[in-house]
């Protein structure tokens, strides 16, 4: 089992900045993609951003400029740099992970979720 742990959800003014990180420990031989989602109260999750391992970055369209994914492969961590925060993108947000553990299965987890608010 892959365990990830996600931190940097809060209250932000309109304009402001977030970093959300999100740590994966556990049966990990390799991770693969690292990403971000968020869902909104009566919307469908969507993407944010990915990164492949290999540096690659693929961002949600209403965040392209204002955020930034990154990921530190010693530390299995990735993360999301948000700016200019806008009361739309209030929502939970969530990292998604994806890696092989030493059975060479491919493996899907998900995070507890992180709420991101903000303020107008």
């Known amino acids: 089992q892959v365990q990830l742990v996600v931190s940097g959800g809060g209250l932000v003014q309109a304009g402001g900045s977030l970093r959300l990180s999100c740590v994966a420990s556990?049966?990990?031989?390799?991770?693969?993609?690292m990403g971000w989602y968020r869902q909104a109260p009566g919307k469908q999750r969507e993407l944010v951003a990915v990164?492949?391992?290999?540096?690659?970055?693929n961002y949600g369209d209403s965040v392209k400029g204002r955020f930034t994914i990154s990921r530190d492969n010693a530390k299995n961590t990735v993360y999301l740099e948000m700016n200019s925060l806008k009361p739309e993108d209030a929502a939970v947000y969530y990292c998604?992970?994806?890696?092989?553990?030493?059975?060479?299965?491919?493996?899907?987890?998900w995070g507890q979720g992180t709420q991101v608010t903000v303020s107008s």
């Open positions: 998604n992970v994806r890696s092989t553990d030493g059975a060479l299965r491919q493996i899907s987890s």
């Open positions: 990164i492949t391992s290999g540096g690659s970055t």
């Open positions: 556990g049966s990990i031989f390799r991770i693969n993609t």
